[in-house]
Nanobody, 119 residues
Framework: VQLVESGGGLVQPGGSLRLSCAAS????????MSWYRQAPEKARERVAS????????DYSDSVKGRFAISRDNAKNTVYLRMNSLKPEDTAVYYC?????????????WGQGTQVTVSS
């Protein structure tokens, strides 16, 4: 299993970013996928999840209405569109296999991608 996150960067409050997670080493279309994040000195938390067909999604309360998770099974990639970004969204973002699993149950992590929201 290999997961490679990309698309992070520095953005002003209110701005947008789209993160990508390229997956390999497993049958991507057979797994729900989730995004997680870890802010400095805080525990890793789940942000969003998507089912195998992309027809059902779920979000944490902190990002609901601002973030959108999607996937392209032909490209083995899951995305996270982030709008109306706030300073408290600053974190390293990771993707993981599974639907809304606690971070402790995720077997493989990528290197993550840093998102910094600051003016």
């Amino acid at each position: 299993v290999q997961l490679v996150e990309s698309g992070g960067g520095l953005v002003q409050p209110g701005g947008s970013l789209r993160l990508s997670c390229a997956a390999s080493g497993f049958t991507f279309s057979s797994y729900a996928m989730s995004w997680y994040r870890q802010a400095p000195e805080k525990a890793r938390e789940r942000v969003a999840s998507i089912n195998i067909h992309g027809t059902n999604t779920d979000y944490s309360d902190s990002v609901k209405g601002r973030f959108a998770i999607s996937r392209d099974n032909a490209k083995n990639t899951v995305y996270l569109r982030m709008n109306s970004l706030k300073p408290e969204d600053t974190a390293v973002y990771y993707c993981g296999q599974g639907w809304a699993l606690p971070p402790a149950l995720i077997g493989t992590w990528g290197q993550g991608t840093q998102v910094t929201v600051s003016s």
